[in-house]
């Protein structure tokens, strides 16, 4: 009982020493809030509208029947599309899509109308960059949708002319027809998959370098981390009491967002609250453990934050978000699976837009939990090594109540 009373006041030192740097260095306050706060906000309002429509493309209409006046009013009336601007030839419409003016252009050739009465199949060209992943595919899926819509009409027209009955007419246009539901996401909202990424994307690495900025600034002081296991009746609660401000403070900084994201932009919950709470405490101690790793290990603290954000700014092109990683090669799989927010990501989909069983979706989770207690077992290990090889010096004497900033 003695030993307890002892830590519970220690672990509160080094607890409200930590919110007194917060206090005195706006650097950290800005660097864990108000920072992370401004760029999440800025994402959601990019991508709130949930869904880009109404893409700008131009039209090259060489043939200027009614039939083709028919297929740029149903391109121009699908969601994905608008046409914007008419060009006079192909290197003006070229000239367009390479300015960013229009994402695309459909080219209607020369006797379309004659060509389709006359049983022949003539062909409507479609241009767009595919570097432009996104708005490209997006407007083809428009033109693909409205152009076959409009020749199958016109083939319904010609055979019901010829005397056969519509519903055998539709029958021989499509003698198998295919049902199509798409799940979890199917009208491609952004804030369900690409926001709900980019969210916890951003804090991993702002959680990774605040962690290694505020131990480096221990740890490049010599006898700092002596005077901290002192002042916290020993290792863990000198650690703890470091690690826990930061830890409710990112819990906010990431539920903050949750919020406008499930109260206002609508992204469902469908899975377990308990469990979506469980695997965020579990993502941010795994982060904040790795920074606290880097700042132990590499000299100086400016080093170890380098570090830490060139490890986890490319995050977002390995969690299988713009990329599934099932098609990535052996070592971009690897290193996906070595970043906490790949496995946090798999458990925030599940808990939210898919709604997995709890048997489902617990291997993220336990692999978050696996991430935490290894890297603990990391810092531990390289806090007894620092002390064995008496990198760190003897322990200042510490008045009581004493609190080292």
Do not use: H
């Not at 010609?158 to 029958?171: C, S, W």
């Not at 990535?328 to 458990?347: R, S």
Request: charged share 15%; net charge positive; proline share 7%.
């Amino acid at each position: 009982m003695r030993a307890r009373s002892d830590i519970r006041p220690g672990f509160w030192l080094v607890f409200w020493r930590e919110i007194g740097w917060l206090r005195r260095r706006p650097f950290l306050l800005m660097l864990t809030t108000v920072a992370p706060l401004s760029v999440l906000a800025l994402l959601i309002v990019v991508f709130s509208a949930g869904l880009a429509t109404r893409l700008p493309i131009a039209v090259l209409d060489l043939d200027g029947s009614e039939l083709s006046r028919t297929v740029v009013r149903m391109v121009d009336a699908t969601p994905d599309t608008a046409v914007a601007v008419r060009v006079g030839d192909l290197a003006e419409g070229r000239g367009l899509i390479l300015s960013g003016k229009v994402r695309g252009l459909l080219m209607i050739p020369r006797n379309l109308e004659r060509d389709v009465f006359a049983g022949r199949r003539p062909e409507v060209v479609f241009f767009y960059n595919t570097q432009t992943m996104t708005t490209g595919n997006l407007v083809a899926r428009g033109v693909n949708a409205a152009i076959p819509s409009a020749a199958a009409g016109i083939r319904i027209a010609l055979r019901t002319a010829q005397g056969q009955p519509v519903d055998i007419a539709e029958a021989d246009l499509q003698p198998i027809p295919v049902q199509t539901n798409p799940l979890f996401n199917p009208t491609l909202n952004y804030v369900f998959f690409l926001l709900t990424a980019l969210i916890p994307s951003v804090l991993q690495v702002v959680i990774v370098t605040t962690s290694a900025y505020s131990v480096g600034l221990d740890a490049e002081v010599a006898g700092r981390f002596r005077v901290l296991r002192r002042l916290g009746g020993g290792l863990w609660p000198a650690m703890a009491g470091k690690v826990l401000p930061y830890t409710l403070l990112f819990l906010i900084v990431l539920w903050l967002p949750g919020a406008v994201l499930f109260g206002v932009l609508g992204l469902p919950l469908r899975g377990d609250p308990g469990l979506l709470v469980l695997a965020d405490v579990l993502f941010i101690l795994a982060c904040q453990m790795i920074g606290v790793l880097l700042a132990l290990v590499l000299r100086p603290m400016v080093s170890a934050v380098s570090i830490g954000t060139l490890l986890t700014a490319p995050a977002f092109g390995f969690m299988g978000i713009g990329f599934p990683r099932l098609g990535m090669n052996a070592l971009a799989q690897g290193y996906g699976a070595l970043l906490p927010c790949t496995w946090y990501l798999i458990a925030r989909v599940d808990q939210t837009v898919r709604g997995t069983p709890l048997a489902l979706s617990s291997k993220p989770v336990l692999v978050l939990l696996a991430f935490v207690l290894a890297l603990s077992l990391l810092v531990a290990l390289r806090l007894e090594a620092m002390r064995a090889s008496r990198a760190v010096a003897p322990a200042m004497p510490v008045a009581p109540g004493e609190v080292i900033s």
